[in-house]
């Protein structure tokens, strides 16, 4: 890039030299940390599919009172149950990588969403939150 200047009594030039940087070489930080699609939805899966389990937990008295029992053991948890949370783990894992294989997601965002979705399973999870569900659905 040349500047020129010229007041009239003398020539005066500035020659000065711009460098363009390769994205690969930038060493600054970005504003926002990002974790990639697919690294993403194989954390949030399991988050899931733990919620699944706790509210088939949680609706384990509504099944009893259906009369389907047989599907389910002492507090939700038998076979039937393990197979819909594998399940719901893969299909889970699968949509989210299919959505979000070619994305960069947010951290916050996602601790954000895994924690709700963390705690909402342990609260489901507590006795006497599914005996209150359990206490309602009998009366």
């Known amino acids: 890039m040349t500047n020129t200047l010229d007041s009239g009594v003398g020539h005066?030039?500035?020659?000065?030299?711009?460098?363009?940087?390769?994205?690969?070489t930038i060493s600054i930080l970005p504003r926002q940390r990002r974790i990639e699609g697919a690294v993403a939805a194989a954390m949030l899966a399991p988050?899931?599919?733990?919620?699944?389990v706790a509210i088939g937990n949680f609706l384990a008295p509504v099944i009893e009172r259906l009369g389907l029992r047989m599907l389910f053991l002492e507090n939700g948890i038998s076979n039937l149950a393990v197979v819909v949370a594998l399940g719901s783990w893969l299909f889970t894992w699968v949509a989210l990588y299919e959505a979000w294989h070619d994305r960069m997601?947010?951290?916050?965002?996602?601790?954000?969403?895994?924690?709700?979705?963390?705690?909402?399973?342990?609260?489901?999870?507590?006795p006497a939150v599914y005996r209150l569900a359990e206490y309602a659905v009998m009366r």
């Open 12 to 24: 005066l030039t500035e020659v000065k030299e711009a460098t363009i940087i390769d994205q690969t």
């Open 47 to 52: 988050a899931v599919a733990m919620l699944v």
């Open 105 to 126: 997601i947010p951290r916050p965002k996602l601790y954000a969403v895994m924690t709700t979705v963390l705690l909402a399973a342990a609260v489901l999870m507590i």
